[in-house]
């Protein structure tokens, strides 16, 4: 199928969109799509998941159950795990993982496994966009060899590549999908007309930029951009904190300035999948042109350690009351990577957790949004009744919900290590971060 | 004087207040302070400053002629070189420069200065705030025990101290002194009220703190947020120089995310008199605490090799047209610090100047802010007629002033590195940062 068929197709609303992986980045463009009456068929390895949503049921939380069930009803989105169906669609958009394994170094199995079966199933003139974040190049010098090899078809005649960054904010109650602008990158003209016609009927904004590799640098700006400031303003916390400076009423008071500013707040580490991973890709591919990444390695360094260092404010408050954290019980609030979301990825908690454990510490946790954990060295947890922090020796606040309340721990916890500033006070029995 | 009897004084606005330091704070501040009928006595060093001003000529560009002839004629400021005339005032706000030495450490001597002046003359009953960036605790620890026992008078009792940081902004045409809120930083309660009194008077809205380290941290962490966000741009478009990947284009592209983002631009190195100097006070401090701050010391790595990272980007495109440095004529377009200014301190151009010249390049500079410079090897320069770029081998834009034109810039060069996206479009004769 010639470019300008494929075009046709769109603009008559008959082209078949196939969105392989259907995770927090996937479901909900799959959604998206099929809420604009476009043919979405959703490509998952997970049986499990397949089978929840052909019966309509949801399990991503910034996707609506009731958009779910309607789209699904209407026959308009449906999921599966037979790849060879990637011959029915005109275009793919990719959204599986693309995590660093246990050394910080990219984990590209994804994306590589992608293109194969996209390769192996593809007919001529598919259009296919990668949304995963990765390092710049990415799309033309690795995925491009792949396709080409393994389909043997070639780029600009029979099939389209090009790069367009997703950017979900879990848990961002204004902007999703549909109304957050997106960046898009193709490879050739064609390509860009053809992504524009189709992205633009989900999305209410499409910023198309001049080639894939400057779709790919963008997303890694924006994290990166968030890493180091998080990572600069823990940093100075952990100094204000040997200055008795309150590094919170600093912020507060730094974001009077009327421009040139943007407020960062301290906190027991960087979590989720976005801010500790994305910057990493880029460091790797830099090194391939010998170039070092001083501001990102700092800042991984920083956010390394974090865990270790509120380990130590912990034992640290415990010595004030002449406790050792050996033997202590300790509770924490909150083991989400940020505040009302059910997602305890990278979560710094739970690595702080596993270093008090092997410190001899007794562990618990309560958060309302995630009923069990498994930190990385194994070790399973429920979540506790809110009520034993009387119990404790100290509770530790690690993620600030809503339905915490500073007063309410304060007033019930023999001493209470704050490192959200939840408490908002001074008193004998809390150690702010 | 108690403190009752001072409130009342400023109540009944009978005050005086003493302004020690007459450049780019001071002054716009004793303008302000007098334009609202506040008695302003102005202390510099400087005999031609002060003659200046007793003759109503005003040399600070963001502070208006008239405004300044208005309050000199009316008698509501004067300026004076005899320290001993601090006895006078009931108020005294200091604005030194707090530079740092060649080896990056601050160099207090302007501060401790200023505290023996007022020390030796200084009546019963006054109320001090130091302006000047400085590292945190400096008024505490730095500034009281000089005036306290060089005065042989009791703080809280004799005089009060606090410190509010100024936040001029040199240029800026929205943010002036009145209209940019100031955090404000007492040592005691009676502090405070005198300052909110003082300081409301000329300032639309003053934000007190708890403490003059928490006001110190504030503007350091302001300054030190612009250092590491432009250190880390200019680091990325580094990369992106040898990924083929046009950092500009990347950066607006970043900004169509509706949140989380603020955009920094590379440019050819840290300038002025804050970014580059106030981050390395709370480095210097932070020793003391025995804390190494990472991050600023790798933004402070990266900034201080851009003037060489420069010269080899001036180098390669003089190479690839087949000419050495050596020997090339060079013209640099702008070296002031920021566009549209008057100021040079600093300034990232002058050392790359000094740079190439090292290495036999014939150099020429045109900025219509600056008619003649003087770099940090001693070497004098006068800014040449603009129309010699034709002649020039290459030339170098260090600064994005506003009379430039991109367009005419390129159609009359042979060469142009253009370090300020100026030009900003693709030619095989430009080569971009």
């Not at 037979?82 to 669609?89: A, K, T, V």
């Not at 050394?103 to 984990?107: E, G, N, Q």
């Given at each position: 199928m010639g470019f300008e068929v494929l075009l046709e197709k769109i603009a008559a609303n008959k082209e078949v969109i196939g969105i392989m992986g259907l995770g927090y980045v996937g479901l909900p463009l799959a959604v998206a799509f099929a809420g604009k009456g476009v043919h979405v068929l959703g490509f998952e390895k997970s049986e499990k998941k397949v089978e929840n949503l052909i019966n309509?049921?949801?399990?991503?939380?910034?996707?609506?159950g009731e958009d779910l069930a309607s789209v699904i009803g209407s026959g308009t989105f449906t999921a599966t795990t037979?790849?060879?169906?990637?011959?029915?669609?005109d275009a793919i958009l990719i959204c599986v993982p693309t995590p660093l394994d246990k050394?910080?170094?990219?984990?590209m199995s994804y994306i590589k496994s992608a293109c194969e079966e996209i390769a192996k199933y593809m007919k001529k003139g598919t259009f296919i966009a990668l949304e995963s974040t990765t390092y710049p190049t990415t799309t033309e010098n690795f995925m491009l060899p792949i396709i080409e090899s393994k389909a043997g078809m070639k780029h600009g005649k029979d099939f389209w590549l090009a790069y367009s960054p997703e950017r979900v904010d879990p848990g961002n109650k204004t902007y999703k999908t549909e109304n957050t602008p997106k960046v898009f990158g193709a490879m050739t003209e064609e390509g860009k007309q053809i992504g524009l016609a189709i992205y633009q009927k989900a999305i209410q904004y499409v910023y198309p930029v001049s080639s894939p590799r400057i779709a790919e640098m963008v997303k890694i700006l924006e994290n990166t951009y968030r890493l180091i400031n998080i990572s600069m303003i823990n940093e100075l916390a952990l100094l204000c904190g040997k200055m008795d400076i309150d590094i919170w009423e600093v912020i507060e008071a730094a974001?009077?300035?009327?421009?040139?500013f943007h407020a960062f707040y301290p906190g027991p580490g960087i979590g989720g999948h976005c801010i500790p991973l994305d910057p990493f890709y880029l460091e790797y591919i830099a090194k391939n042109y010998q170039f070092d990444l001083t501001m990102i390695h700092t800042a991984g360094h920083i956010d390394m350690l974090m865990p270790h260092r509120m380990t130590i404010k912990i034992t640290s408050a415990l010595n004030k009351h002449s406790?050792?954290?050996?033997?202590a019980k300790v509770m924490f609030l909150?083991?989400?990577?940020?505040?009302?979301?059910?997602d305890e990825r990278e979560s710094p908690a739970l690595k702080i957790i596993d270093e008090v454990v092997k410190k001899g510490a007794v562990v618990f946790y309560h958060d309302p949004f995630i009923p069990s954990v498994t930190t990385e060295s194994g070790l399973e947890l429920k979540s506790s009744d809110y009520r034993l922090i009387s119990e404790m020796d100290v509770v530790v606040v690690t993620t600030k919900h809503s339905s915490f309340s500073g007063d309410d721990i304060v007033e019930n916890s023999k001493l209470v290590v704050d490192l959200t500033n939840i408490t908002n006070k001074k008193a004998s029995n809390i150690y702010k971060l």
């Open positions: 309509g049921k949801n399990y991503i939380a910034d996707v609506s037979d790849f060879s169906r990637i011959c029915e669609c050394f910080k170094k990219p984990d974001k009077t300035k009327p421009y040139g406790k050792s954290l050996n033997g909150g083991v989400a990577y940020k505040p009302d979301i059910n």
